[in-house]
């Protein structure tokens, strides 16, 4: 018999997603497409009740949309980021103008362009919320120069002080960091860090190496830690 | 004029003008010169006719007082000045200047004289012209025959022609300066306002032109400006309309999809004509998505927002990508050829001529070929299917392109795959063409410039 894959954990307690979208028939159509891959969906349409539902049922990731009464996605998303390191997917009706980079850098893990299929949207889920991903393997404890990563921990320092990462922050590093030299195209860091098997947006990688940036780099300007390697990719020097 | 007609606003201009101003300064040089001319000769036969009668008078008094003596006479003439003279006897002649002889008289002028009567005539004596009046004097066959220079009136009129030739090249040279001059100052602006135009007509909408003289040229720029003003307004127009329009739907149909994605997951516990429906449904929502992505993804063409990002691309891993992703065993000829180029819109362009293949040419015989040229590389999609006719051929990149064809199939038509490949080569500075033999099969042909620079990319 061919081994299975298990679309759910049944031994575990269901995963929690909050979906954050105004229009009242993509959010059920959404809700009841997820709870029928077997998450728990905590549904709402505008961010006040959003940022309520994130303390008072502690999701595991956050679906937003962009375009919200009040606060919008953007916002929300900052608010969010303020308390939380969840994942978050925000879904956009726009995928080819600044409105991505905008929702990435307002703390954004990853992005769907409407419509969008279940299947994707499933797939982005579990590749944000998957613990061990496919990286090389990894020791204990990853030291290059100033950096110190316990990957099993989602611990980071630089220069002996913990910096605080979102999860797809610390898996970036941790995956960087894990071959030390050696350069990372974005094609390869999207397969690693966000699961994308072909073709992901290069640009997931840019914000979030900037955003990665500036909180380990002592200056942004001249970064040490993590480089810019043009027209290839990105790499933690051996030597910093 | 035909050939005139085929020449620059420039060069009519000035050959008019130069034209003109020639054929005028001709007639009135001419005009000029002719009655200077008439003038001059006129005063010097009047006067000339004056010293002649004096002349004869004088000639009378010394042939009275001294009959018969013509050689004093001769050579009393000899002191006067303004003429030479001689006298000619039935067997002698005197004359005052030694290379003078009775040949030089014309015969017109002697036959005057013999009926007793005084006459001129003009010859040409010894290369100038020279007036010869002549008349008999009292003795027997005795005539007296005088000869005045025309060379001074000559120098004057060769002079006078001289100058009226220079200022006569002057006047044109300077028509032809000025025509040039005033074609420029004319055409300057005239050539700014179709400069923009191109760059209009390039897709640099916002393109206007800008310091024009109040003139005509002027007001032509005012409504060009105008033009395009409202050309650029009412494409915003358009475009924002197609962008809200596309955006709207956006929303619903992400609902729908997901509907329909539960009501599949569900298709075991319906029963088998509400299964159907399902399925329907489930086509038609997934056929209007990739509508209504296209539609999305050529007005952001149409409004050149996309930007390129210039990376090195394999092109065979690529294009072994697009198939394995279709789960499509097509077989793959040429070499590795890794060019700088847009992965994303690559990766649109050989998937919408792979489909296409597949959709419309049959899917028989589809082989991808890619190769080599001198500063180029190409990626042809071939197929063995229907082929397309050759009315239709010039229009398959057409948006929405129906052939007759596939008119009559079940909502046919290219739609606007291969409108998109085509854009998308453009945008990433390549070529896409078809050639298609009808029954045989067709090729689409994507040419690329390689290249292995990479473009600086935002670190």
């Known amino acids: 018999m061919k081994p299975r894959v ?30 029928g891959e077997g998450y728990e969906v905590g549904e709402t349409a505008d961010a006040e009740s959003a940022l309520r539902l994130l303390t008072e049922r502690s999701p595991d990731l956050a679906i937003l949309d962009i375009m919200l009464p009040g606060l919008d996605g953007f916002e929300l998303c900052r608010e969010i980021r303020k308390r939380s390191d969840l994942p978050i997917v925000f879904l956009t009706a726009k995928s080819d103008t600044t409105d991505v980079v905008v929702g990435l ?15 994707e949207l499933v797939a982005r889920i579990r590749a944000l919320l998957r613990r061990t991903r496919s990286t090389p393997p990894t020791e204990s404890l990853i030291r290059v120069g100033e950096l110190e990563i316990e990957p099993d921990a989602g611990l980071a320092r630089v220069r002996g002080e913990p910096v605080q990462l979102t999860r797809t922050e610390f898996e970036l590093l941790r995956c960087l960091a894990s071959r030390p030299g050696m350069v990372f195209t974005r094609e390869k860091l999207l397969e690693l860090v966000w699961g994308y098997d072909y073709l992901g947006d290069s640009r997931l990688v840019d914000v979030h190496v900037k955003r990665l940036r500036a909180k380990i780099e002592a200056d942004r300007a001249e970064p040490r830690l993590v480089q810019t390697v043009r027209g290839f990719g990105y790499k933690v020097p051996a030597v910093p | 004029m035909s050939i005139l007609r085929r020449q620059s606003l420039r060069t009519r201009l000035t050959i008019s003008f130069v034209a003109t101003a020639a054929v005028l300064v001709t007639i009135l040089s001419l005009a000029t010169f002719l009655s200077v001319h008439t003038l001059l000769e006129n005063q010097r036969i009047r006067s000339s006719t004056r010293q002649t009668i004096f002349t004869l008078v004088f000639a009378r008094d010394v042939l009275g007082s001294h009959p018969g003596d013509v050689q004093r006479l001769a050579s009393l003439l000899q002191s006067r000045g303004g003429f030479e003279s001689m006298v000619t006897t039935s067997s002698l002649w005197y004359s005052t200047e030694l290379s003078l002889t ?15 009567g005084l006459g001129y005539q003009e010859i040409r004596m010894g290369g100038t012209r020279t007036l010869v009046f002549g008349s008999p004097l009292p003795p027997e066959s005795t005539d007296l025959y005088l000869f005045y220079s025309l060379e001074d009136v000559d120098r004057m009129l060769s002079l006078l022609g001289g100058a009226l030739i220079v200022i006569g090249a002057a006047v044109v040279a300077t028509a032809a300066a000025l025509a040039l001059w005033i074609a420029r100052r004319i055409l300057r602006p005239l050539s700014r306002v179709s400069a923009a135009a191109r760059r209009v007509a390039e897709g640099l909408l916002d393109t206007r032109v800008e310091a024009v003289p109040h003139d005509e040229v002027g007001a032509l720029a005012a409504s060009f400006n105008e033009m395009a003003s409202a050309f650029q307004e009412m494409l915003q127009r358009e475009r924002r309309f197609v962008g809200a329009v596309s955006h709207e739907l956006r929303t619903p149909l992400a609902a729908l999809q997901a509907t329909t994605e539960v009501l599949a997951t569900h298709r075991g516990e319906l029963s088998p004509s509400a299964r159907e429906a399902a399925d329907l449904v489930l086509e038609d929502v997934s056929g209007m998505r990739r509508l209504v992505e296209e539609l999305l993804e050529i007005s952001a063409l149409d409004a050149r927002e996309s930007s390129v990002r210039w990376e090195p691309v394999e092109l065979r891993a690529l294009v072994r990508a697009v198939l394995d992703r279709r789960r499509l065993d097509v077989p793959i000829e040429g070499p590795e050829i890794t060019t700088s180029s847009d992965k994303a819109r690559l990766d649109r362009i050989v998937g919408n001529l792979v489909d296409n293949a597949f959709e419309h040419g049959g899917g028989r015989g589809v082989r991808v070929r890619i190769e080599r040229a001198d500063g180029w590389c190409s990626v042809a999609v071939s197929d063995e299917g229907p082929g397309i006719e050759v009315d239709d051929l010039p229009h398959i990149f057409e948006r929405f392109y129906k052939t007759d064809r596939s008119r009559t199939r079940d909502r046919g038509g290219v739609g606007l795959g291969l409108a998109l490949a085509k854009e998308n080569a453009r945008v990433i500075e390549g070529t896409l063409e078809a ?20 473009e600086p990319e935002t670190p």
């Open chain 1, 105 to 119: 850098e307002s703390g954004a893990d990853d992005y769907l362009t409407k419509p969008f299929e279940t299947r």
């Open chain 2, 102 to 116: 009775p040949a030089e008289i014309p015969a017109g002028l002697r036959g005057i004289v013999e009926r007793e």
């Open chain 1, 6 to 35: 298990c679309a759910y954990p049944w031994n575990v307690a269901p995963i929690r997603i909050l979906l954050v979208e105004d229009d009242r028939r993509l959010r059920r159509a959404t809700a009841l497409a997820l709870e």
């Open chain 2, 435 to 454: 050639t298609s033999v009808p029954a045989e099969g067709s090729t689409f042909t994507l040419r690329l410039p390689l290249r292995d620079r990479a």
